[in-house]
């Protein structure tokens, strides 16, 4: 795919960045400096951060008769080290190298799997000798400590001296290691974690304090870089501030038992960060799936979402930062995606799902976008991303964005980058009667000459949802050459079930009973279609979407509403 100029000097500005913090960290690693920033090595572990993280014991049992299940992968060891197979996957190879499973055996709280996870550790330290490969990428490095010394209780009790130096000198060399390197790390959450790391052994490795302000400097910078007004991640993505914050929440209990007090701009992170997260959250518990939102689990966000106090529990109805509105009347919520993408090099999760929307009924999703694909489908994520597995518009069979397919930049930023729309407005209208939100994109512009607006209403009661999409030109009239056939997609979760009522409606029954009618005008023809659900655990599953189908010669409006369906209306 061809560049523009913007993107070619983004490809330029990225290039010379990475050269800076390369011979940034080629300086530091020089025998002049590896003396201030090697590592101290680690005589003791003063304090063993909480592990917010969720167990699952079960994993003890996998282990036990010779698996090892990670990124939603499980490997057949047949007697052989974990660490001397062939990987399945990268994703499986980054969680194995980064020891976040030993909460799993940690949770079980028997002995035997807790002297096999430090035997694992032992082991895996008489491997890599040599500080390369995956297992030395400054996020897995930093996952590692974060894991390793998190589960010191474990790994430490009973192990003679010898075992504990090795140990204790492996932790020393890695802080080292991750000093010189972190720079290396991608943009984002990868860069921000090294971080956390660093301040995180600072507190709790002996003989690291001296490094702890400037690794608590160097956060702080990215803490306000990467977290917006608003409290959304950079990215657009809701996901990745969940995990952010089980990382940082135990920085400030450690800064309290070396009695240090926290930087408030931590604390500030954190606030905002959780209630952004309150934001994005619908009624069935879940964050709305967009850019990158893949499978979760709402106990686990609740646990999250546990420590906001009342103050962060405050609602807000629209994150203009981040380009989220939130629609909220009676037990109904609708979020609805009113940005543009993220930065080229942070977008290699976003969707093309310019005004998309989401809806729930209770607790009970009506509406759902596909959501990003785990770990183990990622064959599914280039479909996943298209304006077509949104609840949106699509326009002649393209997305509202696209996939950049550049191999430099690809490199650059370890994955594909999405492009436009450039331009995307809003107004939001909190008033009495109904809430409203209008928003607009130019991603069909340049390509067909077309503005998109969608208009959602919610009825004060939030028992009907109304909806007008438009096409048309950025001003005046337009005549198309020829009429461009467009597709409204409505995606039904799995679990509503979808009937033909009559002409152009819909019924559609929830798991509860509860039946919504799906309505629109004669302006477009109406089809019951299949869908996929990417964010399922057990990968995507079949699901159905409603579609609305015409053509446009230039300018053309399409209203559709969804509405309970009481005993007069049946």
């Known amino acids: 795919m061809s560049l523009n100029v913007s993107e070619r000097l983004k490809i330029r500005s990225l290039s010379v960045e990475r050269l800076r913090r390369r011979a940034v960290t080629l300086t530091l690693s020089s025998p002049f400096l590896r003396w201030r920033y090697a590592g101290n090595g680690a005589d003791q572990i003063l304090i063993v951060p909480q592990e917010l993280r969720a167990a699952d014991p079960s994993f003890w049992t996998e282990v036990s008769h010779g698996y090892f299940g990670l990124a939603a992968q499980i490997a057949d060891l047949k007697g052989a080290s974990v660490f001397r197979i062939t990987p399945p996957s990268l994703d499986w190879e980054r969680e194995l190298h980064g020891f976040g499973w030993l909460r799993h055996l940690a949770a079980t709280e028997e002995e035997e799997a807790a002297a096999v996870a430090r035997e694992l550790v032992l082991e895996w330290i008489s491997l890599k000798r040599i500080s390369h490969g995956v297992a030395y990428e400054p996020e897995v490095v930093a996952r590692r400590l974060i894991s390793w010394i998190s589960q010191a209780n474990m790994l430490l009790e009973d192990l003679d001296a010898r075992a504990y130096t090795q140990i204790m000198s492996s932790i020393g060399q890695q802080i080292g290691a991750l000093r010189t390197t972190w720079r290396n790390a991608p943009d984002g959450v990868p860069r921000m974690i090294c971080l956390i790391a660093l301040v995180l052994t600072g507190l709790s490795v002996s003989g690291h304090d001296k490094q702890l302000k400037e690794a608590e400097t160097a956060l702080i910078v990215e803490l306000k870089r990467q977290i917006l007004d608003d409290g959304g991640h950079i990215?657009?993505?809701?996901?990745?501030?969940?995990?952010?914050?089980?990382?940082?929440?135990?920085?400030?209990q450690c800064f309290g038992s070396r009695a240090l007090v926290a930087p408030d701009e931590i604390n500030a992170a954190i606030k905002k960060s959780l209630r952004f997260l309150r934001f994005m959250r619908l009624g069935d518990g879940m964050l709305a799936r967009f850019n990158g939102v893949s499978t979760g689990s709402p106990a686990a966000l609740a646990t999250v979402l546990g420590y906001a106090s009342d103050g962060e529990f405050d609602i807000m109805p629209v994150a203009r930062q981040s380009g989220y509105a939130r629609l909220e009347r009676g037990n109904t919520v609708v979020m609805t995606d009113v940005g543009s993408p993220p930065p080229l090099e942070l977008s290699t999760e976003a969707q093309a799902g310019a005004l998309s929307f989401e809806m729930t009924a209770r607790q009970y999703l009506i509406f759902a976008n596909g959501g990003f694909p785990g770990p183990a489908d990622h064959d599914w994520d280039?479909?996943?991303?298209?304006?077509?597995?949104?609840?949106?518009?699509?326009?002649?069979?393209?997305?509202?964005?696209?996939?950049?397919?550049?191999?430099?930049?690809?490199?650059?930023?370890s994955g594909l980058p999405i492009r436009g729309p450039d331009n995307v407005a809003f107004e939001f209208n909190d008033g009495p009667a109904q809430v409203e939100v209008t928003a607009t994109h130019d991603g069909y512009l340049k390509r067909f000459g077309l503005i998109h607006t969608r208009r959602l209403s919610l009825s004060p009661k939030g028992d009907k949802l109304e909806g007008i999409d438009t096409l048309e030109p950025p001003k005046g009239t337009l005549r198309l050459k020829q009429d461009l056939p467009y597709a409204i997609h409505f995606h039904l979760h799995p679990d509503c079930r979808c009937q033909s009522a009559s002409h152009g409606h819909y019924r559609l029954t929830l798991p509860n009973g509860e039946t919504w009618i799906f309505a629109t005008d004669d302006t477009a023809q109406t089809s019951i279609e299949e869908s996929l659900y990417f964010v399922d655990s057990a990968g995507p599953r079949p699901s159905l979407q409603i579609v609305l189908r015409g053509t446009t010669f230039g300018e053309t409006a399409v209203h559709w509403s969804v509405r309970v369906e009481t005993t007069d209306s049946a």
């Open 235 to 252: 990215s657009r993505s809701a996901s990745v501030l969940a995990d952010l914050i089980i990382d940082l929440l135990p920085l400030g």
């Open 382 to 413: 280039s479909v996943a991303r298209a304006t077509a597995s949104h609840n949106a518009l699509c326009l002649a069979e393209t997305s509202s964005s696209r996939l950049i397919r550049h191999e430099q930049l690809e490199s650059m930023v």
